[in-house]
């Protein structure tokens, strides 16, 4: 896996991502730091990266299983140190999974098994944060 990040320039604190599969982000800072507020901060990619994974975890965990999952939302809060480096020290995981007659096992299973054996970036994070999460089921 490879990304190159490129600055900006010096009017600010912007940051562009190109990632080894050919896509782009965008970083920028708070006023207070130097930034222009044109993009999300570095730790907010890295708290939407773990969203996103844990959220492709159970969707296709879900497909797999032939279960009929139509929507799936992760909501994140999280906390971090007061003193540098600022890591999370907590992240909660609120999940919202939409389909036609799931399973609340299959669901709980889901969810379990991308926090526990397969999201990658939750296993990184989970050494420096408490990570916890819950589950709200909808029928579509």
Same mark, same amino acid.
């Given at each position: 896996m490879q990304c190159t990040i490129d600055w900006?320039?010096?009017e600010g604190m912007l940051f562009v991502a190109r990632t080894?599969?050919?896509h782009v982000a965008a970083?920028?800072?708070a006023p207070e730091g130097g930034g222009n507020n044109l993009a999300p901060? +570095?730790?907010e990619m890295l708290l939407a990266g773990a969203g996103g994974c844990a959220a492709y975890d159970?969707?296709?965990i879900l497909r797999r299983g032939r279960h009929e999952v139509t929507g799936c939302q992760v909501a994140l809060d999280a906390d971090r140190a007061e003193t540098d480096p600022k890591v999370f020290?907590?992240?909660h995981f609120t999940f919202t999974v939409t389909g036609k007659n799931l +399973?609340?096992?299959a669901v709980e299973r889901a969810v379990q098994l991308s926090h526990e054996k397969y999201c990658s970036a939750s296993a990184m994070l989970g050494r420096t944060a408490e990570i916890t999460y819950s589950i709200n089921m909808v029928e579509a």
């Amino acid at each position: 896996m490879q990304c190159t990040i490129d600055w900006g320039g010096p009017e600010g604190m912007l940051f562009v991502a190109r990632t080894g599969s050919g896509h782009v982000a965008a970083m920028d800072g708070a006023p207070e730091g130097g930034g222009n507020n044109l993009a999300p901060r +570095p730790m907010e990619m890295l708290l939407a990266g773990a969203g996103g994974c844990a959220a492709y975890d159970v969707v296709l965990i879900l497909r797999r299983g032939r279960h009929e999952v139509t929507g799936c939302q992760v909501a994140l809060d999280a906390d971090r140190a007061e003193t540098d480096p600022k890591v999370f020290t907590r992240i909660h995981f609120t999940f919202t999974v939409t389909g036609k007659n799931l +399973p609340q096992a299959a669901v709980e299973r889901a969810v379990q098994l991308s926090h526990e054996k397969y999201c990658s970036a939750s296993a990184m994070l989970g050494r420096t944060a408490e990570i916890t999460y819950s589950i709200n089921m909808v029928e579509a």
